[in-house]
């Protein structure tokens, strides 16, 4: 089952920095979306976010119209693979995912 993912004045920071400043943004359920941009500026961090491994420091992120902010990860029914192959290296990419 896909959501639609909405990122709402999403703001994430480490201490006195400031990754994610405010992230307006949505997914539509179903939606191919692709996150591009240069290294450091926040892309692990957001989807880190999402799934629940990080905390949010201001906004709100939505699975369709509910708030999953303080729903832990185990709860949110969603995944993600992370940028290395750090849990299972032998698989390929398609696998990993599945
Ligand atoms: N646990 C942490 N504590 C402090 N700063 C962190 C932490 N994790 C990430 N950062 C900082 O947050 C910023 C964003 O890092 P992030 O890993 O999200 O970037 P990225 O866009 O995924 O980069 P890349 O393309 O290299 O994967 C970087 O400046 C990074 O140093
Ligand atoms: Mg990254």
Redesign the pocket.
């Known amino acids: 089952m896909s959501v639609a993912i909405t990122a709402d004045k999403v703001v994430?920071r480490?201490?006195d920095?400031t990754?994610i400043p405010q992230l307006t943004q949505n997914i539509r359920n179903g939606e191919f979306f692709t996150?591009l941009?240069?290294?450091?500026?926040?892309?692990?961090?957001?989807?880190?976010m999402i799934a629940g491994f990080?905390s949010i420091e201001g906004g709100q992120i939505r699975f369709n119209e509910q708030v999953i902010n303080d729903i832990p990860a185990h709860k949110r029914n969603i995944g993600m693979v992370f940028?290395s192959y750090a849990i299972f290296p032998h698989l390929t990419v398609r696998e990993n995912v599945r």
């Open positions: 994430k480490y201490g920095l990754i996150l941009g240069p290294s450091g500026c926040g892309k692990t961090t957001l989807l880190r990080n940028q």
